[in-house]
């Protein structure tokens, strides 16, 4: 095989790894990007391709989450990762904790952990390299990396919930929910959220969203009642769609782009939390991106015509 060749076959691999490091489908892409002109420029030839380069990206994946936490400190409003619709890499044998590191949870939680943290949790629970692996790509000692995954491990752990949804069921009240949705049967909505669910947007200051979120499931279902039938007056499409391993939907205007994406986290037979994502930055990666601004003022001046 060519280098080229080489590379390709390990595209999936390495752009999970960067993902799951960075939480942003544009950033991985670039380091994945930066590892393949390394790899090109490399004048030896790596024992493993595999080890090379997945110590490669991840060294670069550290870099910029290194730099990525300032800009993040700034960030206006909640921040969430980029929306990902489908993971390229995939391992039956690890397919539990592919799917679980990938969720909206999972990758807020990641944030909570140093970049070095986090570089030996993806490596060693996620994708199961070995101590020896992960301590030659981040340089310590495999006493130091073993620690480092205890660390990382506890956190995670912390702020797991402690029942996970069965999938089959999850995907079940997704679907009640989203024909609910539909019909705009806002009783039925509101029987299937926590009473303490919490509706969350990621903006970025370049968005509309609702303020700091909307909290309970009054409140909740009272802002679903208020605006989205209005959306679907105007045009407005929604999609199902797996997001990040979770049950979750696209958004689109009447020209068919992106206006924005939920993820909806299930437990215990109810939906705690919907995390939808409008920062435009953000869903470039899903095609070309609507003005939400636009959407929410037609939105408004229909809901005013039809009062």
């Known amino acids: 095989m060519t280098r080229a060749e080489e590379f390709e076959d390990l595209r999936p691999l390495l752009f999970s790894i960067a993902y799951r490091m960075l939480g942003s489908v ?12 390394r790899y090109e420029a490399c004048l030896t030839e ?70 070095l943290e986090r570089a030996v949790f993806v490596l060693r629970e996620v994708f199961a390299f070995s101590f020896r692996e992960v301590a ?16 990382a491990r506890r956190h995670m752990d912390a702020g ?4 996970e949804a069965d999938r089959a069921e999850r995907d079940e009240l997704a679907r009640r929910f989203f024909d609910a949705f539909r019909e705009g049967d806002v009783d039925g909505l509101r029987e299937l959220l926590a009473a303490d669910v919490q509706l969350i947007s ?3 200051g370049k968005a509309p969203q609702w303020s700091k979120g909307v909290f309970g499931a009054e409140n909740v279902a009272r802002a679903f009642a208020s605006l989205l039938p209005r ?3 105007i045009g407005g499409v929604m999609e199902p769609h797996d997001v990040n391993g979770q049950p979750g939907v696209i958004f689109r205007d009447r020209d068919g782009k992106v206006v924005n994406t939920w993820t909806l986290d299930i437990l215990d037979g109810q939906i705690q939390t919907i995390r939808t ?20 003022r037609e939105t408004k001046l229909t809901r005013r015509s039809t009062d």
């Open 26 to 37: 544009t950033d991985a892409e670039d380091a994945v990007q930066e590892s393949w002109l």
């Open 46 to 115: 790596p024992s493993s391709v595999k080890a090379f380069l997945s110590a490669v990206v991840t060294r670069i994946s550290i870099d910029v989450l290194r730099s990525a936490r300032v800009r993040r400190e700034e960030y206006v409003g909640p921040w969430f990762p980029e929306p990902l619709l489908a993971d390229p890499y995939q391992d039956p044998a690890r397919s539990a904790e592919l799917a679980d590191s990938v969720s909206m949870a999972a990758l807020l939680l990641l944030e909570r952990l140093s970049p």
């Open 136 to 151: 030659s790509v981040v340089s310590r000692s495999e006493a130091a990396c073993r620690q480092l995954a205890m660390q």
């Open 160 to 163: 797991r919930p402690r029942f």
């Open 202 to 204: 990621d903006g970025g």
């Open 231 to 233: 959306f679907f007056q």
């Open 277 to 296: 994502v409008l920062n435009p930055d953000k869903l470039g990666h899903l095609g070309p991106v609507a003005d939400a601004w636009t959407v929410l």
